[in-house]
Each structure stands twice: as structure tokens, then as C-alpha cells.
Nanobody, 121 residues
Framework: QVQLVESGGGLVQPGGSLRLSCAAS????????MGWYRQAPGKQRELVAV???????NYADSVKGRFTISRDNAKNTVYLQMNSLNSEDTGVYYC???????????????WGQGTQVTVSS
């Protein structure tokens, strides 16, 4: 019943910016953490950024200082503001979340379908 829907991907020139959004919907009691992974051809999927319910954040070294993750609890949405984009940022970005559907339930992991980000001149 829980869905994660990403948006905001697209084509951007080097040095440009994009903001990705991921909205969780369905049966949600609480969200412990939300984050972003990315995958490019020939590369391993990597964690880009994560934010916890306590607003703690963690970033991959390659994006520190350029990307900012944030969340809007009222909308069950996580954002990834990406600035100073370069070709190494190209890939499919996947949203993931650790969610409690009900107060008495365990935590489940959910994944979005992914959104393409292409950085090219």
C-alpha cells in the first residue's frame, strides 16, 4: 500500500541545479528515514544522502557541499537539492524509505521507481 513516487529528474547542463522530490503515500504511521541512491552504467549503486527522523543527515563524499537533503514531514516528502552538477552525477536516482505502516508494525523498506538525471552540455 505504501508508494514512493520520485519527480524532478531531467537534463541539465554542467554547473546547473535540479531538485528531486520523493513523496510517500499510503498507510504510514511514521517514517524513520528517507534517502536517495543512484546508479550509473558501469558503477555500483551508491548511497547519495539520507535523512533520519531526528533530522540527522549523511552524504556521500562526492556530493558533500553540493547536495542538500531535506524532508517535509507534513507531506511525507523528501527532497534532494543538487547544485553544481557535473557529469559524474548522471544516473538513475532512487528514493528509499524506512516506514512503519502502523504503530504496532515493524519497519519496512520501500523503494521508488527511479528518476533519470542527466548532466550534459
Amino acid at each position: 500500500q505504501v508508494q514512493l513516487v520520485e519527480s524532478g529528474g531531467g537534463l541539465v547542463q554542467p554547473g546547473g541545479s535540479l531538485r528531486l522530490s520523493c513523496a510517500a503515500s499510503g498507510s504510514i504511521f511514521s517514517i524513520n528515514a528517507m534517502g536517495w541512491y543512484r546508479q550509473a552504467p558501469g558503477k555500483q549503486r551508491e548511497l547519495v544522502a539520507v535523512i533520519t527522523s531526528g533530522a540527522g543527515t549523511n552524504y556521500a563524499d562526492s556530493v558533500k557541499g553540493r547536495f542538500t537533503i531535506s524532508r517535509d514531514n507534513a507531506k511525507n516528502t523528501v527532497y534532494l537539492q543538487m547544485n553544481s552538477l557535473n557529469s559524474e552525477d548522471t544516473g538513475v536516482y532512487y528514493c528509499h524509505a524506512a516506514i512503519l505502516p502502523h504503530s504496532a508494525s515493524p519497519t519496512f523498506a520501500y523503494w521508488g521507481q527511479g528518476t533519470q538525471v542527466t548532466v550534459s552540455s
